[in-house]
């Protein structure tokens, strides 16, 4: 790391490790901003379109169904970003045959993530968002895949943070050329108490400005040698959640990190170098904004779709049961015969009988070719979920 590039960086100090490299110690959390106009419109837009989003959440029928499959959506963009080649549908189908399938690596990375995320949601309501908090979702997050024996763990469900030193940058790089290398280990343990106390302080800051100060912050100490961007970025939506920005988990930014992905890194590290909150919380906040609209016109397409199915179903005999099994596929849009019985508490030849006729109305599609254990697709509800929007 040149430490040049960080000279008039007021986010922090480069300091000189007795093994001869440089790192990067971020300063205590909240930094002194500027609030130019730009910034100020910005977050007054994406607080608009955020609390769209959480009304609408909190009103429509459907949007409890929809929280899986957002959860899911997220889960695959959020791992691409860290290299993974799996797709929504390789996932549904993976959770659809979990019990006896042995899953290619990225989509067990993918599977975790949804762990992790699905467990951080259900700990919120014991536990904050804490260094507690982000170890055991990490222990989920490198359960069984690669990285998992980077981790020093202290319990089989929670994570220690790194014992050694990390850096950041293009393959290839070492700790002496990297671009960016986060505090070393005592300086990290330093920041990551400071890095809680400001989570749970009081604050006058806006809820969404202070969660783009944590997702930074996070990044900058970089605490384990493997998975710091899904966690940081976990984190996000925890945050959210916990300061009540949201009523349910529908709002995620790595689809707008991922079609960004330069320009997310290069602002990142811009803050580091020269101090460039500015430039950061605009970046943060126009993806807050962009993606709460996408949010919700996702759930208005597949708000009208379920109506449209409704409505084919209403006259149809045990058009009660084929209406619930419309939504048990908006939550879980590939699906096996198992899977209806179970959601519907039902008898296997009934939900046999659904499956078939949605099958026969063209709502269903057998994508296994199977005699036994087969798969069905939902895909015009698959399209809707992970399309973009036009």
Known sequence: MNPENFRSSTAGQVIRHTKGYWAFIPAPLPPVLSWPLPLVSILSEAE???????????VLP?????VQPFVRREAVISS????TRASLSDL?????QLSFLEPAADVQEVHNYVEALDYGLERLKTLPVSLRLIREIHARLMADVRGKHLTPTVESTVHEFRRSQNWIGPAGSTLENSPYVPPPVDEMLQALDQFEKFIHAPSDLPPLVRTGLVHYQFEAIHPFLDGNGRVGRLLVILLLCEWGLLPQPLLYLSAYFDANRQEYYDRLLRVSQRGDWDSWLHFFLSGVNTQSLDAVKRIGRLQDLRSTYQDRLQTLRAAGRLLQTVDVLFARPIISVRQVEAALQISYKSAQRYVEKFVELGLLREITGRARNRL???DEILRAIDAPLE
Do not use: Q, V
């Open 62 to 66: 459907i949007s409890h169904l929809l």
């Open 376 to 378: 069905y697709c939902a």
């Open 48 to 58: 608009r379109n955020l609390g769209k989003l959480a009304s609408l959440a909190e």
């Open 92 to 96: 549904y189908t993976f959770e659809t």
């Open 80 to 83: 691409r970003i860290e290299g």
